[in-house]
């Protein structure tokens, strides 16, 4: 499945005294299997963006085409559309609100007129992709459980519909470090099986570790498109729009500033180690 950005403007309140534009001439492909981190500052628009993508929001001007076709269409069902693409909002613990936890993922495909078989087996299965045992967690209120687990919870929701693309906002945002950890992993799980993910990150150790590319967004726009390897080989440029660098690509810059003769735009612990030892190894053949 194919999501492409045409020209997208989101202007809010247009036309009043307090019309602010938060996105400003989008234009970008999301391709099938991809896994793409939106970073920038806040306020930068990301969020207004991800809501654009299973038509939470409508362009004020330009088009949203998912597989060619204009999502605002009057033939396009959004039914269709929130099948689709699965939205996670920072926070979706906050939007449970059934008694158990079997009847909060079963919401979602309950609406949609499945038989009672059909939805049993989906809830069953988002549990699993969720690490959460069925017979343990059915009958629980969803309001008794951890913070990681309620996050879950409500992950699972959304798996439920079986989205081929998966937005998140955030996602591993105020969970404990463990529970962070097994969220981001759930994600990479899930980005392996061949869900497609888009996730807002504020953590650019978390894109360097998960994303294979990167959408910088500033003042509403587009500044920055590519890999991870291109986006932090400007670590400069990203630090003067506020944001930060891997630690690693940090720790790399500072060597350089020092005199090692490192390569620009390191990023991973593997690949700063291994040009260290290079550089240690050909210091000892030049000594001997």
């Known amino acids: 499945m194919q999501i492409e950005f045409k020209g997208v403007t989101h202007t809010y309140q247009e036309g009043s ?37 299973n038509g939470l929001l409508r362009p004020t001007s330009g088009q949203v085409l998912i597989d060619g076709e ?15 693409v699965g939205l996670v909002f920072q926070y979706p613990e906050h939007q449970l609100f059934e008694e158990t936890v079997e009847k909060d993922i079963g919401f979602g495909p309950r ?29 629980k209120s969803p309001f008794e459980l951890s913070g990681g687990q309620m996050r879950r ?25 463990m529970s962070r950890e097994d969220m981001l992993q759930l994600i990479r799980s899930l980005h392996e099986s061949g869900t497609t993910i888009i996730m807002i990150s504020h953590s650019m150790d978390d894109v360097a570790r998960f994303a294979t590319r990167v959408l910088v967004m500033k003042k509403g726009t587009v500044a920055m498109d590519g890999t991870p390897a291109d986006i932090f080989l400007h670590a400069d440029q990203l630090e ?16 350089r500033r020092l005199g090692l003769p490192l390569p620009e735009g390191i990023y991973e612990e593997d690949a700063l180690f291994t040009a260290l030892m290079q550089l240690w190894k050909g210091g000892e053949n030049h000594a001997s």
């Open 17 to 53: 005294p307090f019309q602010s534009t938060a996105i400003r001439d989008v234009n970008f492909t999301v391709s099938s299997g991809e896994f793409l981190a939106l970073i920038g500052h806040t306020g930068s628009g990301k969020s207004t963006l991800a809501q654009h993508i």
């Open 70 to 84: 204009d999502i605002h269409s009057s033939g396009y069902s959004k039914k269709t559309l929130r099948q689709k």
């Open 111 to 139: 609406n949609l007129g499945l038989s009672e078989d059909e939805i049993l087996e989906r809830v069953q299965e988002a549990l699993r992709k969720v690490g959460l045992a069925y017979d343990e967690f059915r009958e």
């Open 153 to 177: 919870v409500a992950m699972a929701g959304v798996l439920a519909m079986r989205p081929e693309v998966l937005v998140l906002d955030e996602p591993a945002a105020g969970l404990d470090p």
């Open 240 to 255: 003067e729009m506020g944001l930060d660098v891997p630690v690693i690509c940090r720790m790399n810059n500072d060597l």
